[in-house]
């Protein structure tokens, strides 16, 4: 296959909300290039892009893939992303590497809550934009409906260079507005099109369009606007020129018209991404940091120092871990040594390979600008950069979002436990916003991500690919205890059974400390009443003891114990017995010091559109969370607010369902609080029925 450079690539991420038909758009584009024999569908799993099982499973893509077409001799590299909100960083990762982004609506439902987050993280990366409104074939869809809810949220730089032939079942074709020629397609999804006249009844419809488009191509550059004015028009170049770098500057986002499930208007959709859209190498230079962490610019050609960005990681079970980057300056050689320089070691990268979905085409080298492949990296992840010793060049990559949801998760099978641990690892580095650990408190192993379905999902591929059946819980939620009086206390331990006795005596009192003092110690004995070796004895019996709890089985924090007397034997005394002792004295002192729950307070920021924000507050208060402030960003307000976790632990899809999906959360640990005490006892009571359940069960 022909080796690309830079100004012949075009690389191009598909996004948008789900159900508008990303991946039947991509799979319509490869198969009108040539680069594909047949129309796959979602619904019997043969698209080129959705090739999990779990994606074929439900009908929808979960994960970013990679296809390429070539088309007027130019490489399109297609990244396929998903739809839903719990995956939407899969799409800012591949908006982060491409150099353009393919927005894709349905013409029946229009803008929706994810259409809105991508063109957010186009505009945060600057990238210039194409909209296409798809499913024009189907019932209810509207040109003008979707185009006007368009520029309602996106601005009147979305303009259309594209008109329908008909709507919904009557959807056959497309007039251009820059060429001004119309195509006809046949209905039979060959893609076939002959180019007809513009109809007569929308010839006057289709001019207007097009003086429309020509002035707004001409307000973006003050020569275009002489001409303009000059001339009453622009010539078919002028406009072009025009157009290609007012799309560029992202100043125009062009607006084409498709159906995939027909297979009407590819071929005009792939001449308006070669046609418009930039080339990889339009952008001559690129940042990056050096060795030390210092900025720097370098140039982004093929002749300069190679670097690569890794995007993406997935498990093929042929290849087994396959690393996605983009080639940012430099050329890639497959059977060479690189270094990765994010962790700062040698990496031998093998076959480069081109990426068709889930099939791979090795090839020799990657320029500057393209997309591909290498399987089997020792130790490179996503995010990592790859350059040479020489040039270490680091590339920064996106960072994930802290995880909205956690579940306890635990193995089936006893055996399983370390297979499991094994298995999360494999996902984290296909999916690095799940996260995995154990909870030192729970002692629970927690899985977290961005929703219930995210964890899910993550539980099936445990199953299907790993072999591990898991069970999920809702996570404990990590309660304290604590004091809220001083008292003194008395522990003696004494034990005679033939030979050598036990014994040790301790006075200790204790009093409440600060939120977060966690535990003091203090050592006030005089006079030897006890010997200096068995005073960490005592400690460490009250350690022990206090990790425990009193109330309810869980950590007592926030107090100090002072050791003031005690007495012991020189024969029976010993180690054991002063911590045997030192643990009835913290027995005795909880008892009186008025023990109490603390409870973990989060401090949670919500965002959503306006409209929402009275319903959110009211239900937030309903979870005995305060609201601290409401912070407003355009038509997307923020709420602060303190919520005790036990109330948070389903929030994510209560908030989905107020918002209508279009809120988001972010919740971090803020401090303890004292439980209130109608919820302690209760708190109370369920530990003091898990124990006797315990208990009885052995």
């Known amino acids: 296959m022909k080796v690309y450079s830079g100004s012949e690539i075009r690389n191009v991420a598909v996004v948008g909300h789900n159900d508008t038909g990303k991946t039947s758009l991509v799979t319509q584009l490869l198969f009108n290039a040539g680069a594909i024999t047949r129309l796959g569908k979602i619904d019997d799993g043969t698209t080129v892009t959705d090739f999990d099982q779990d994606e074929i499973d439900r009908k929808h893509s979960i994960s970013t893939a990679v296809a390429f077409a070539e088309w007027q001799n130019t490489k399109i590299n297609f990244i396929d992303t998903p739809g839903f909100g719990i995956f939407v960083m899969e799409a800012r990762s591949a908006l982060r590497v491409v150099?353009?982004?393919?927005?894709?609506?349905?013409?029946?439902?229009?803008?929706?809550?994810?259409?809105?987050?991508?063109?957010?993280?186009?505009?945060?990366?600057?990238?210039?934009?194409?909209?296409?409104?798809?499913?024009?074939?189907?019932?209810?869809?509207?040109?003008?409906?979707?185009?006007?809810?368009?520029?309602?949220?996106?601005?009147?730089?979305?303009?259309?260079?594209?008109?329908?032939?008909?709507?919904?079942?009557?959807?056959?074709?497309?007039?251009?507005?820059?060429?001004?020629?119309?195509?006809?397609?046949?209905?039979?999804?060959?893609?076939?099109?002959?180019?007809?006249?513009?109809?007569?009844?929308?010839?006057?419809?289709?001019?207007?369009?097009?003086?429309?488009?020509?002035?707004?191509?001409?307000?973006?550059?003050?020569?275009?606007?002489?001409?303009?004015?000059?001339?009453?028009?622009?010539?078919?170049?002028?406009?072009?020129?025009?157009?290609?770098?007012?799309?560029?500057?992202?100043?125009?986002?062009?607006?084409?018209?498709?159906?995939?499930?027909?297979?009407?208007?590819?071929?005009?959709?792939?001449?308006?991404?070669?046609?418009?859209?930039?080339?990889?190498?339009?952008?001559?230079?690129?940042d990056g940091k050096d060795k030390k962490g210092e900025p720097i610019t370098f140039e982004r050609r093929a002749e300069a120092f190679p670097s690569a960005l890794v995007f993406k990681t997935f498990s093929d079970p042929f290849s087994g871990r396959v690393s996605l980057f983009r080639v940012y300056s430099g050329t890639l050689q497959s059977d060479h040594t690189y270094w990765n320089t994010t962790k700062d070691h040698e990496e031998r990268v093998g076959k480069l390979q081109l990426i068709q979905g889930k099939q791979q085409v090795p090839v020799s080298e990657l320029r500057a600008g393209d997309i591909g492949a290498v399987a089997k990296l020792k130790d490179v992840h996503t995010g990592d950069s790859l350059a040479t010793a020489q040039h270490p060049i680091v590339l920064e990559h996106i960072h994930y979002p802290e995880a909205a949801i956690s579940f306890a998760v635990e193995a089936k099978a006893r055996g399983d436990e370390d297979k499991l641990g094994v298995a999360i690892g494999r996902i984290i580095e296909e999916d690095p916003s799940i996260k995995f650990g154990r909870d030192e408190q729970t002692k629970e192993f927690l899985i977290s991500g961005q929703g219930q379905l995210h964890v899910e999902i993550v539980v099936s591929k445990l199953k299907k690919k790993y072999g591990v059946d898991v069970i999920l819980?809702?996570?404990?939620?990590?309660?304290?205890?604590?004091?809220?009086?001083?008292?003194?206390?008395?522990?003696?331990?004494?034990?005679?059974?033939?030979?050598?006795?036990?014994?040790?005596?301790?006075?200790?009192?204790?009093e409440p400390l600060a939120r977060g003092a966690d535990f003091e110690f203090v050592d006030e004995i005089f006079g030897g009443s006890i010997p200096r070796q068995y005073i960490p004895a005592v400690e460490k019996g009250i350690q022990d003891a206090r990790k425990k709890g009193f109330l309810a089985g869980f950590p007592m924090v926030d107090f100090r114990v002072r050791l003031k007397d005690g007495q012991y034997h020189d024969v029976d005394s010993s180690e054991m017995a002063f911590k045997i002792a030192g643990s009835l004295a913290y027995q005795q002192a909880m008892e009186q010091a008025r023990a109490t729950l603390l409870e973990p307070i989060m401090h949670v920021d919500i965002s959503a559109p306006a409209e929402y924000i009275g319903d959110i507050m009211g239900d937030l208060n309903s979870r005995r969370g305060r609201v601290e402030g409401v912070d407003a960003d355009g038509d997307t307000q923020t709420v602060k607010a303190r919520v005790p976790l036990a109330e948070m632990l389903t929030y994510g899809s209560t908030l989905r369902s107020i918002t209508q999906g279009r809120g988001s959360f972010h919740m971090e640990s803020s401090h303890y609080e004292e439980v209130p005490r109608n919820l302690q006892e209760k708190i109370i009571n369920e530990h003091k029925k898990a124990q006797a359940e315990h208990q009885a069960a052995h």
Not at 101 to 111: F, L, M, N
Not at 483 to 501: E, L, V, Y
């Open 99 to 286: 150099d353009s982004a393919a927005i894709v609506v349905s013409g029946v439902t229009g803008v929706e809550v994810s259409t809105e987050r991508v063109w957010k993280f186009a505009e945060e990366f600057e990238l210039p934009r194409l909209v296409v409104i798809n499913k024009m074939d189907r019932e209810r869809a509207s040109f003008t409906r979707t185009l006007d809810a368009l520029q309602n949220k996106f601005g009147k730089n979305v303009v259309p260079i594209q008109l329908p032939i008909g709507e919904e079942k009557d959807f056959t074709g497309v007039i251009d507005l820059v060429s001004m020629k119309a195509w006809k397609y046949a209905l039979d999804g060959s893609g076939k099109f002959e180019m007809i006249e513009i109809p007569a009844d929308m010839k006057s419809e289709a001019d207007d369009w097009r003086a429309q488009l020509i002035e707004k191509v001409a307000e973006g550059d003050d020569t275009l606007m002489e001409r303009f004015f000059d001339q009453g028009g622009l010539s078919q170049e002028e406009l072009l020129d025009g157009l290609k770098r007012e799309v560029s500057h992202h100043q125009i986002f062009p607006v084409v018209l498709d159906s995939a499930a027909h297979n009407i208007g590819g071929h005009a959709i792939l001449d308006a991404i070669v046609a418009l859209l930039p080339p990889a190498d339009e952008v001559k230079t690129i």
């Open 473 to 510: 819980h809702p996570p404990k939620v990590p309660y304290r205890e604590t004091i809220t009086k001083p008292a003194d206390a008395h522990g003696r331990h004494k034990k005679q059974s033939g030979g050598h006795g036990q014994f040790a005596d301790c006075k200790i009192s204790v």
